[in-house]
Nanobody, 119 residues
Framework: VQLQASGGGLVQPGGSLTLSCAVS????????MGWYRQAPGEARELVAA???????KYADSVKGRFTISRDNAKKTVTLQMNSLKPEDTGVYYC??????????????WGKGTLVTVSS
């Protein structure tokens, strides 16, 4: 099982970026999917997450600016980021809670994609 993230890059303040993450491999189901970020010198923090059939939840710092969505059929999760601020800079990691065919659930992480918000 692998998570492949894409979409990071350099953007000016006020700009937008879309991050995408795809799950590959043979799995039984995916429970939660989400995005975390880690700024230089800081701990990794939750940005947004959505459980299967659940409502999205967001960090207070991104509410109203970021939107998370998932496509269960395609096993993807997307983070639309608008009105980006310099403090949104960091490495963004996608996460998925995956159950395998042995009915064992564990967390998987993508390798991370760098988002830099700077003029």
């Amino acid at each position: 099982v692998q998570l492949q993230a894409s979409g990071g890059g350099l953007v000016q303040p006020g700009g937008s970026l879309t991050l995408s993450c795809a799950v590959s491999g043979s799995i039984f189901s995916i429970h939660g999917m989400g995005w975390y970020r880690q700024a230089p010198g800081e701990a990794r923090e939750l940005v947004a997450a959505v459980a299967s059939g659940g409502s999205p939840k967001y960090a207070d710092s991104v509410k109203g600016r970021f939107t998370i969505s998932r496509d269960n059929a395609k096993k993807t999760v997307t983070l639309q980021m608008n009105s980006l601020k310099p403090e949104d800079t960091g490495v963004y990691y996608c996460n998925a809670e995956i159950m395998n065919w042995a009915m064992y659930q564990q967390d998987y992480w993508g390798k991370g994609t760098l988002v830099t918000v700077s003029s």
